[in-house]
């Protein structure tokens, strides 16, 4: 069961409201492990299996296209990625378990507005061939956003949230910045270490249409603006050498003339051999996954605690709560109802009042395979 961890995102994702996801120049689609399919791969599904990886696709205003990969194949081995029946992109090399994370920009005008990847290593063996959804900027986005699938241990890559401080923080590290755990404005970074000394980072912020904001190394040099458009999203992809910042990092945030208390923050970005201690507040964790069910670990929960699935499209769609017996701490399986396909997250919560209590990372839900 260990390659379905993929469908895990690779943090907390935030709970965005619907209107925020409906993004203008950015798309995502899965990667299928499948031999063969046309160029645009027209009869490839997202409700196909087994899912390979996960592409995120930022179309620029300057007429360059940014691809940022997550994919699980064999280990220590080195993919070519295609603009299918058009253009080598570039190489992708797995790591010792097979994870890998690259970022690679292309020529909008070397895709059109509807169009397919494919993956292979070298001499395109069979049964180790990949190929995505596909993208089709012809249409409105679909209902889904970015997700990843690198594992939360692996140390190549974090995402952190970008928030608007309740006090200003003079720590160049943001270290007593505390992330809210619902519903934010801001944003958000993913963070991928590279091998080749350079870090890359995506960052995803909501705010005013037309608005432009500037993103900084905190304490460090400024990676570049970040503009509103369509529904109030923006999107940035910065690169910066990793030995300006070092292990622990934050960004600053803001528009031009902000003062200082109103200028947005990250959490802090962590890379070492430890991850952040989670503390003694409740806590639930996404595990594993088969066909229609969800294992989880929680602990430090009240007697009354539940926990239910929420769509994270729209948080009102919300599969039957599960009760968590006594509280406290253990593992348990959330089946979801037949049927029920999306990204989803579990959250946890009081039974009778609904207090908040903590969720999982987004997963991506699907049905058992029928006969």
């Known amino acids: 069961m260990k390659s ?15 209107a925020a996801l409906a993004q203008v120049d950015t798309r995502g689609a899965l990667l299928i492990k499948r031999d063969f399919s046309d160029c645009s791969n027209s009869d490839v599904s997202r409700n196909d299996t087994p899912v390979g990886g996960y592409l995120t696709v930022d179309r620029g205003a300057d ?7 997550d994919m699980l194949g064999k280990p220590n081995t080195t993919y ?7 253009q080598l992109i570039g190489d992708i090399t797995t790591q010792a378990e097979g994870y890998a994370i690259a970022n690679f920009d292309f020529p ?19 049964g180790d061939k990949y ?7 012809s249409q409105p986005p679909p209902p889904n956003s970015s997700i990843s699938f690198l594992p939360p241990d692996q140390q190549v890559s974090r995402r952190v949230t970008i928030v608007p401080p309740t006090t200003y923080s003079a720590d160049c590290t943001n ?6 755990d619902r519903l934010v404005s801001g944003g958000d970074a993913t963070v991928d270490r590279g091998a080749d000394g350079n870090t890359h980072v995506r960052v995803r912020l909501m705010a005013d249409i037309g608005t432009t904001f500037h993103v900084f190394l905190k304490c460090g040099s400024q990676l570049g603006d970040v503009t509103m458009k369509g529904q109030g999203e923006g999107v940035g992809n ?4 990793t030995s300006e910042a070092g292990d622990v990092f934050a960004f600053e945030v803001y528009s031009e003339g902000t003062a200082d208390a109103d200028k947005w923050q990250s959490a802090r970005v962590v890379f070492g051999e430890v991850p952040p201690p989670v503390g003694t507040s409740p806590r639930i964790i996404y595990v594993d996954q088969t066909a229609g069910a969800v294992s989880f670990q929680y602990a430090n929960m009240p007697a009354d605690a539940e926990v239910v699935g929420v769509d994270q499209v729209d948080p009102s769609v919300q599969t039957p709560p599960y009760p968590l017996s006594q509280g406290g701490e253990g593992t348990a399986i959330y089946s979801f109802p037949t049927r029920t396909v999306g990204i989803y997250h579990l959250l946890a919560r009081t039974r009778n009042g609904g207090t908040y209590l903590g969720q999982t990372i987004d997963f991506y839900v699907y049905p058992p395979q029928s006969g």
């Open 4 to 18: 379905l961890y993929l469908f895990a995102a690779l943090l907390f994702s935030f709970c965005l409201p619907a």
């Open 63 to 69: 007429g360059i296209t940014h691809l940022r990969v």
């Open 80 to 86: 070519h990625l295609f603009l299918k029946c058009v």
């Open 108 to 126: 909008t005008g070397w895709a059109g507005d509807t169009y397919a990847f494919d993956m292979y290593p070298e001499g395109a063996p069979l």
């Open 131 to 137: 190929q995505s959804v596909r993208i089709d900027y």
């Open 175 to 180: 270290a007593d910045l505390r992330s809210p």
């Open 238 to 241: 910065f690169n910066f050498h």
